[in-house]
């Protein structure tokens, strides 16, 4: 693993798609309001990460890949902490990409003794967000060539859509992996990608398998089936949370990887780290479960932080050790 880690500090990585500032309150909660049955959050401090695609990025650079970034954000104060963020990890958003008159998609979760209160969501119309067709025919194709892979993170802001994706096959040709972290909803076309990684409710919904609870067993073998004859997929990586993650071509289950989770304190974010952590292994050489291993320790470590989070080489190496054990 720690070869594999010293590869992807040479590979470059393309990430396209809705970027986000995720703002942390935290405080306390110690009586109810007189004038609502709510609790009264006695506000300590605040802290703010990149989200969506920009935690996508964020998880690269802290893998040691090189990143371009693409999406839209406002020319507000949320998106001025957004730059400043990416800046300090070495990320840079193009300014023809920071919109005025567009608001920053920003989320603010409450956070009371560790835990989530409520979250709120401050966001612009999907059309505000999307790439515009001068950029995607000139700047794209240039970003595209330079990259060893392309990630498409998709939250279903406005970035992302079906003729995006087109483009980006057209452009990337069958040699560039491509990659989506798909958020399901009618009308997306993603035909014939390199990879795609759901989770297990997103796999169920694409598939159009209903009625199977998060207790029941993972109907693996028709998931992979349908999906691979819907969309054709070269690999197909279905994150299962508590069991792990599995790995399908040609719409037969492969292998399921046991999780290396040893404690969960907080999902957010764990899907962006699955995605980068996948592609960057598949870009530097790995074999799909060789990547896909690599990806399972990436997010065993993000989930035991607390907020949306990121993995270095050095914290998978301990994971991995500890593991073996």
């Known amino acids: ?11 470059r990585v393309l990430v396209v798609g809705d970027l986000m500032l995720d703002h942390y309150l935290w405080g306390d909660a110690t009586r109810i309001s007189p004038e609502a049955p709510v609790p009264v959050v006695k506000a300590d401090r605040d802290t703010f990460t990149a989200g969506g695609a920009a935690n996508v990025a964020s998880n690269l650079r802290a893998l040691g890949a090189s ?33 005025e008159g567009t608001g920053t998609v920003h989320k603010t979760r409450v956070m009371c003794r560790g835990q989530q209160l409520c979250r709120i969501d401050r966001e612009g119309p999907p059309s505000s967000y999307a790439l515009g067709d001068d950029f995607v025919a000139h700047e794209l194709p240039k970003l595209v060539a330079a990259a060893d892979a392309v990630i498409v993170s998709d939250y279903a802001k406005g970035v992302v859509t079906s003729d995006l994706i087109r483009s980006l096959r057209k452009i990337g040709g069958k040699d560039k992996l491509i990659a989506l972290d798909p958020k399901p909803r009618q009308g997306l076309d993603f035909f014939d990608m390199g990879l795609i990684t759901p989770n297990r409710a997103e796999a169920l919904q694409l598939a159009g398998i209903q009625g199977v609870s998060p207790s029941d067993p993972f109907p693996a073998a028709e998931v992979c089936r349908v999906l691979h004859e819907r969309y054709a997929t070269r690999l197909l990586v279905v994150t299962l949370g508590a069991d792990g993650m599995m790995l399908s071509t040609g719409g037969v289950p492969r292998r399921q990887i046991p999780t290396a989770a040893r404690a969960v304190f907080d999902v957010s974010g764990a899907g962006d780290t699955v995605v980068a952590a996948l592609v960057a292994a598949l870009a530097a050489g790995a074999e799909p479960e060789k990547a896909a291993e690599l990806a399972n320790h990436a997010a065993g470590v993000v989930v035991e932080k607390v907020g949306t989070a990121t993995a270095t080489p050095e914290e998978i190496l301990a994971h991995s050790k500890a593991d073996n054990r």
């Open 1 to 11: 693993m720690r070869t594999l880690l010293e590869r992807i500090s040479g590979v």
């Open 67 to 99: 990143v371009d970034l693409v999406g839209v954000i406002g020319d507000d104060e949320g998106g001025a902490k957004l730059r400043e963020i990416l800046s300090s990890k070495g990320i840079a958003i193009a300014p023809s990409l920071v919109r």
